[in-house]
C-alpha cells in the first residue's frame, strides 16, 4: 500500500499486518484447492466425453449397411485390376476376356544423332486435332532440337497431347526421335500428323510412323463391348476397371462378393470403442478408503446413467423377421471383467449364412412402414442424445463444473478485495498509532528534560 511502519513504538511485532492478512487469506486457498479439484473432474469429464465421441464418429461412418458392409474382387490382376463402391455395386460372378486394349493416336518422328544439339531446323509443326480442328507451333533457331521442340509441344495444353524424346534402341547413327501422342484414346480421339515443315537442318524432320487411336474389345459373359478407354466405368454398376494387356482367348472370372473379414473388423472396432467407455467407467468406481472422491468421478451419476445405457442397449431385444434378437446372437457378449468382447466365427457364420438377419440385427427394419431400431441405430441415439448440447448429460456435467469454477472465481474475487481494504485500514491504523505513541513519548521527554533543568530551592 506504500507503507512502512518501521519500529513499532507500541512493542507490537513489526509484521503484525501481514500476520493478520496472512490468516483472513486462509479461506481465499481452501477455495483455490476446491477449484483445482473441480478442474481435475472437469479434465475426467472431457476425457469421458472424448470417448464418447469416438464411437459416435464410428458410428456416423456405419450409420447403414452398405457403409458398414465392404466388398472384395477377385480377378485375373494381370488383365485387369478392378475396385467397387460399396454404396453402389453388389456381389455378381462375371466371366471376362480382353480382347483389345484402346490405344491413342501416336506418331514416330525421323530420327537425329543428339537429343539437345543435333539442330533440326527452323519451321513449324501442324496438328490436326479430333475435333477438326488444326493447331501450328511455330520453331525458330532457338528451339531447333529435339528438346527444343518437345518442350513448346508440352507447354501447350490445348493440344491435348505430350511430346517425349526416345531412343529407338536400334544402334543406328539416329537414334534419337520424337513420339507424340494424344491424351485421349479410343477411335473418337484419332488425330492425324501429317505436316513437318523444316528446312535447313542437320536431317529431315518427318513423321516416320503414325498408330491410329482405336476402341478397346472386352467380352462380358459372352458379349462383345467396346470401349474407348482402359479405365472402363459403368461397365458393372459401382465397378471401376482398368484393362491392363490383352489376352483374347483367355476367359476368367470377375467375383464380387462381401468382405466379412473387413466387416468384422469394423464390428471390432466399435466394440472397441464401447470398451474404452467402460474401461473408464471402472477405473472412476475402483475406490477405497484413501480414495479422493472430490478429485475423481467415482460414484458419480454421470457414470451411473451413461454405464445403466449403454448395459441396456447390449441387453436391448431388437425385432427381426427371424423373432426378437440381441446383440449377443451375433456373439458381442459381456466378459467377466465387465467389458465385451467379440466371438470372430461366431459372427462370420452369421453375416456368411444369413445377411438379412445380421442386418436387421444391427439396422432394424421396416415394420408396417415404421422403421425399428437396431443395435447400430441404438447406439447412434446413446451418442447424440449423450452428447445433445445443451441438454445432454455430457454438456449438463460441463455446466455444472464450470458454473461451480465461476462461482469459486467469483468469491475468491469479492474476498480478495474486502482482504485488500482491509489490509489498507490496518496499515493507516498502524501507522497513527506509530504517531500517536511517538508524540507521546516525545512530551515525556520534554517535560523530563525541563524539570531536571530547574535550580535549587
Do not use: C
Not at 103 to 130: H, M, R
Not at 261 to 277: D, G, H, M, P
Amino acid at each position: 500500500m506504500g507503507i512502512s511502519l518501521g519500529s513499532i513504538n507500541s512493542g507490537l511485532p513489526k509484521d503484525i499486518v501481514e500476520q493478520i492478512i496472512s490468516a483472513e487469506k486462509i479461506p481465499i486457498q481452501k477455495m483455490e484447492q476446491k477449484k483445482v479439484k473441480i478442474q481435475e473432474k472437469t479434465a475426467l469429464v472431457n476425457e469421458l466425453s472424448k470417448h464418447i465421441e469416438q464411437l459416435n464418429e464410428k458410428i456416423l461412418k456405419n450409420s447403414n449397411l452398405k457403409e458398414f458392409g465392404d466388398l472384395k474382387i477377385a480377378t485375373d490382376e494381370s488383365i485387369i485390376t478392378a475396385s467397387a463402391d460399396k454404396k453402389v455395386a453388389y456381389p455378381g460372378d462375371y466371366r471376362f476376356e480382353v480382347l483389345k486394349l484402346a490405344q491413342k493416336s501416336s506418331a514416330l518422328t525421323s530420327g537425329f544423332p543428339d537429343k539437345d544439339k543435333s539442330y533440326v531446323g527452323v519451321g513449324f509443326l501442324e496438328f490436326f486435332l479430333p475435333n477438326g480442328e488444326s493447331k501450328s507451333i511455330f520453331i525458330d533457331k532457338s528451339d531447333a532440337t529435339l528438346s527444343g521442340v518437345a518442350k513448346l509441344i508440352n507447354s501447350d495444353p490445348e493440344l491435348g497431347m505430350k511430346a517425349n524424346i526416345v531412343n529407338d534402341g536400334t544402334g543406328s547413327e539416329d537414334p534419337w526421335r520424337l513420339l507424340l501422342s494424344f491424351d485421349e484414346s479410343g477411335r473418337e480421339n484419332r488425330a492425324e500428323f501429317p505436316y513437318l515443315y523444316f528446312v535447313d537442318g542437320e536431317r529431315d524432320f518427318y513423321i516416320d510412323k503414325e498408330r491410329e487411336a482405336e476402341n478397346g474389345v472386352v467380352r462380358l459373359d459372352g458379349f462383345l463391348i467396346e470401349t474407348p478407354s482402359n479405365q472402363i466405368q459403368g461397365l458393372l454398376p459401382g465397378v471401376s476397371i482398368e484393362l491392363m494387356r490383352a489376352d483374347e482367348g483367355k476367359e476368367f472370372n470377375l467375383k464380387i462378393s462381401n468382405d466379412n473379414l473387413a466387416t468384422s473388423q469394423k464390428i471390432y472396432e466399435i466394440v472397441e470403442n464401447i470398451n474404452a467407455i467402460l474401461k473408464f467407467i471402472n477405473v472412476q468406481n475402483t475406490m477405497d478408503q484413501n480414495t479422493d472422491t472430490s478429485r475423481t468421478l467415482g460414484g458419480d451419476v454421470l457414470l451411473q446413467n451413461i454405464e445403466h445405457k449403454l448395459r441396456g442397449l447390449i441387453f436391448k431385444p431388437i425385432d427381426t423377421d427371424f423373432g426378437q434378437r440381441r446383440i449377443s446372437d451375433l456373439g458381442i457378449t459381456f466378459q467377466k471383467n465387465g467389458l465385451l468382447a467379440v466371438d470372430q466365427n461366431k459372427f462370420e457364420t452369421k453375416i456368411t449364412g444369413n445377411l438379412k438377419e445380421v442386418s436387421q440385427i444391427l439396422y432394424g427394419k421396416n415394420k408396417q412402414n415404421v422403421k425399428t431400431p437396431g443395435f447400430i441405430t441404438n447406439l447412434e441415439i446413446f451418442g447424440k442424445e449423450t452428447l445433445k448440447i445443451p441438454s445432454g448429460t455430457i454438456p449438463l456435467k460441463k455446466k455444472t463444473l464450470r458454473d461451480g469454477i465461476s462461482s469459486i472465481d467469483k468469491k475468491i474475487e469479492n474476498t480478495d478485495r474486502h482482504i485488500a481494504q482491509k489490509e489498507s485500514n490496518l496499515r493507516n491504523k498502524f501507522a497513527r498509532l506509530e504517531k500517536e505513541i511517538s508524540r507521546i513519548k516525545g512530551q515525556g521527554s520534554e517535560a523530563a528534560s525541563i524539570a531536571g533543568g530547574k535550580p535549587g530551592p
